[in-house]
């Protein structure tokens, strides 16, 4: 069965400062990986979706990385703001559709 | 466009009553997707529908669930003899197919409370 981890579980950094999110999982046999933001009270809003087959998707300020390998993405956000605070969700995808979640990382960004 | 809409928003319940959640997928997609966010856990997968094809049960928690989609579009999700264990936020996906490139789109979620 596959396991994802989110470390760590909640951060708080002052306004400006960049954000590293991890995400490890056991099986490395995924067709792909997606980060996710949620917001209190809200649904899911996807942020990147990374292929098997690469390496890292960048948005904006937003850039993960993917080692299948090694079983590990990293979300990086650049200059962080507040409206960056939010929970971020790392989820994989194995062969089929069922998605695999982490529990998530809660971001505080401090003005 | 539209995004996928979840109704009702909020249902508080007593225990042993049967509930119904809605969700309303995007237009034209084809894959639904239901999950369950329970306090302190992830996202559990719960059933998936795609097109005409019988659906993937195999997350409902126990046989008190069922979901059915009706015309390819809407679907209901709906548990019977509530317990409190059945307390979470109940999330709507939907993507245009089941393949690997497309992301699932999710709904704001319904937030069950079983007293």
């Known amino acids: 069965k596959q396991e994802v981890t989110q470390i760590p579980a909640a951060l708080s950094v002052p306004e400006g400062e960049n954000l590293v999110l991890n995400c490890s999982f056991t099986d490395s046999a995924i067709y792909n990986l997606q980060w996710f933001r949620q917001d209190p009270g809200k649904g899911l809003t996807s942020l990147l979706l990374?292929?098997?087959?690469?390496r890292e998707q960048t948005s904006g300020r937003l850039n993960a990385s993917l080692d299948k390998s090694s079983g590990r993405s990293t979300l990086y956000i650049a200059a962080s703001q507040p409206g960056d605070s939010a929970t971020y969700l790392c989820?994989?995808?194995?062969?089929?559709?069922?998605?695999?979640f982490g529990a998530g990382t809660t971001v505080t960004v401090r003005a | 466009g539209a995004g996928v809409s979840q109704s009702p928003s909020n249902k508080v319940t007593e225990k042993g009553k049967d509930v119904e959640l809605r969700c309303d997928p995007i237009?034209?997609?084809?894959?639904l997707y239901w999950y369950r966010q329970s306090l302190g856990q992830g996202l559990e997968f719960l059933i998936y529908?795609?097109?005409?094809?019988?659906?993937?049960k195999s997350g409902l928690p126990s046989d008190r669930f069922s979901a059915e989609r009706t015309g390819g579009s809407v679907s209901t999700l709906t548990i019977q003899r509530t317990q409190q264990e059945d307390s979470a936020v109940y999330l709507c996906?939907?993507?245009?197919?089941?393949?690997?490139?497309?992301?699932?789109?999710f709904g704001p979620g319904t937030r069950l409370l079983v007293l």
């Open positions: 989820a994989v995808r194995p062969g089929d559709y069922k998605l695999s």
């Open positions: 237009s034209g997609h084809t894959a």
């Open positions: 990374i292929q098997s087959s690469q």
């Open positions: 529908f795609q097109g005409n094809s019988a659906p993937d």
């Open positions: 996906a939907s993507s245009p197919s089941p393949s690997g490139a497309e992301t699932q789109y």
